[in-house]
């Protein structure tokens, strides 16, 4: 069975930063693409980033493209989202998800397996 956990979240003022990380137990993360997602307060879950199994691929939405970094640390069995310049639209439960296979894909339906979600909040 693949547990994925999510910590990290918090709150934060606008224009500032926040590391997330998402450790996975079980043997899929040296196997499976990465991914996070979040979902705001009354809005569907969207993408955010991706990352390929060897890391040298990712993937952004447009809304986290020079703003946040995605990296994993397979000895670690770690993935993180770097978040830089936070807005207030930000804010929203921030989920880590995980996909068996090779390509990266924004897609919701296509991954796997999901943690329960960090709450990120900023607000000043």
């Known amino acids: 069975q693949v547990q994925l956990v999510e910590s990290g979240g918090g709150l934060e003022q606008p224009g500032g930063s926040l590391r997330l990380s998402c450790a996975a137990s079980?043997?899929?993360?040296?196997?499976?693409?990465m991914g996070w997602f979040r979902q705001a307060p009354g809005k569907e879950r969207e993408f955010v980033a991706g990352?390929?199994?060897?890391?040298?691929?990712?993937n952004y939405a447009d809304s986290a493209k020079d703003r946040f970094t995605i990296s994993r640390d397979n000895a670690k069995n770690t993935v993180y989202l770097q978040m830089n310049s936070l807005k207030l639209e930000d804010t929203a439960v921030y989920y880590c998800?995980?996909?068996?296979?090779?390509?990266?894909?924004?897609?919701?339906?296509?991954?796997?397996?999901w943690g329960q979600g960090t709450q990120v909040t900023v607000s000043s």
């Open positions: 990352i390929s199994i060897s890391g040298l691929r990712r």
């Open positions: 998800a995980a996909r068996r296979g090779t390509g990266l894909t924004p897609m919701e339906g296509e991954y796997e397996y």
């Open positions: 079980g043997r899929i993360f040296s196997s499976a693409i």
